[in-house]
């Protein structure tokens, strides 16, 4: 039964194509299982119950890499990380898992560990091309250059013409501000490797900052026509024609990289935020709500629905959507500072100011929040402590060269101050 049961898996997870390599650009959070996927889950149900009686079967450590990368490709990366742990705890030597380990803590933002996990892949095989530039650009990542160029130079000696290698050198000279050579070198990488898409991108990109859209646009399309319908190039696409001003075109590429990628968050607020500049506010509102359905704790995509809800004047409930990105997001001034405008329109004022001390302690180098703090303290009736806080406002706006608002807080400041002169004698 045992060995019916890892020869059934493993025929299973040929059929849903479940490898041994990773394809972090190809992360799919599933809407809906497959009879195929449903057979593979079940069967994964019945090796926990059976695997003590196989923990010798040689076949075990590769099965349960394939169900780790099973896991991560649908974006578990959980359940992912543990079963790869699992599988170096029974053979250590089992690079591709060290390597997929280091991409699955990058999903999760964990650049320590993944660099702890490619540095035992490195000491298993140290002539390994692929695993040096990985290591390369996640310390470029951390901002450890000189170890970065370190990992560089030994994938190029081993593999000169490596596309991965190549990338990665770009990316080392962008990050040093040289961004002409950096094109020059990823260009090198797609002469390499006509399908490396993250080069296209990061040339697109390069290109973006250097506000050459035409050039950014061809190299795009040039990776559609390679990669195929690649959901990072279509948005950067539509990045470039929001920046001028083209957003129904934009929009267009942001259809198609949602119909890649559907459960992607962040392009589903982009969508939300053309139709918004749009004024397609029910167009607006319905992409986010899309955001928030799939990836309930995205704040920003609560945030969005609540400004569109204040926008079609509900409050009571743009407040509700606010108060949970407040508790997905507790340290970020902005949610905080959104928070605190609509408890002032609401006229709940010391529920605001709490907001707004919130906000700039979160980011004191931003005085709109004491610029609303002195109002609100105006309005409660605390005199000194609003010209207080107008002086320091004032003096903020001062640096950041705002005239304009520097102004009106030294205006406001002395108007409060003449009055409650003029209140004491």
């Known amino acids: 039964m045992p060995d019916d049961i890892v020869s059934s898996i493993m025929r299973r997870l040929a059929d849903i194509s479940i490898g041994t390599q990773v394809d972090p650009e190809r992360v799919r959070v599933p809407i809906a299982s497959t009879r195929e996927r449903k057979a593979v889950g079940d069967l994964e149900e019945q090796l926990e119950k059976a695997i003590d009686s196989i923990a010798g079967d ?70 390994n091309p692929d695993v040096r530039s990985m290591m390369a650009r996640v310390l470029l990542e951390v901002g450890d250059i000189e170890g970065s160029k ?41 002469w390499s490797d006509g399908s490396c898409s993250t080069a296209y991108l990061d040339l697109a990109k390069t290109y973006v900052q250097q506000k050459k859209l035409e050039q950014a646009r061809e190299v795009l399309e040039d990776g559609l026509r390679a990669c195929g319908e690649h959901p990072g190039l279509l948005d950067t696409l539509a990045d470039t024609y929001t920046v001028t001003g083209k957003l129904e075109q ?57 400004q569109i ?19 997905l997001a507790p340290n970020d001034a902005d949610v905080a500072h959104e928070r ?24 004191p180098d931003k005085p709109i929040n004491l610029y609303y703090r002195a109002q609100i303290l105006e309005r409660m009736g605390r005199r000194d402590e609003a010209i207080r806080t107008w002086s320091v406002a004032h003096d903020l706006y001062e640096e950041a060269g705002d005239r304009a608002k520097a102004a009106e807080t030294l205006a406001r400041m002395k108007r409060l101050q003449s009055d409650t002169h003029s209140s004491v004698k």
Request: charged share 25%; glycine share 4%; net charge negative.
């Open 150 to 190: 370190t990992h560089l130079e030994r994938a190029l000696e081993i593999t000169p013409n490596s596309a991965k290698a190549l990338h990665v050198r770009g990316l080392l000279h962008r990050a040093e501000g040289n961004d002409d050579v950096a094109v020059l070198w990823f260009r090198k990488a797609l």
């Open 309 to 327: 809800m204040l926008i079609t004047n509900d409050r009571e409930t743009a407040l509700e959507c606010l108060s949970t990105a407040r508790a």
């Open 58 to 127: 040689q076949r075990l450590p590769e099965l349960l890499l394939r169900l780790a990368n099973m896991h991560f490709q649908e974006g578990d990366f959980v359940k992912a990380l543990s079963m790869y742990e699992r599988v170096v705890s029974m053979d250590g030597k089992q690079i591709v898992a060290w390597v997929n380990m280091a991409h699955t803590h990058l999903s999760m933002n964990n650049h320590r560990e993944a660099i702890a996990s490619l540095e035992n892949a490195i000491a298993l095989d140290p002539d």
């Open 340 to 363: 605190g405008l609509v408890l002032l329109s609401l006229g709940r004022l010391k529920e605001a100011l709490d907001e707004f001390d919130a906000a700039f302690s979160f980011s």
């Open 250 to 306: 934009a929009l267009q590429y942001i259809g198609r990289a949602l119909a890649v990628k559907s459960d992607d968050a962040e392009l589903w607020i982009k969508k939300g935020d053309l139709h918004r500049f749009l004024k397609s506010y029910r167009e607006a509102s319905a992409a986010y709500e899309k955001a928030v359905a799939v990836d309930p704790e995205n704040a920003r995509a609560w945030v969005r629905t609540a």
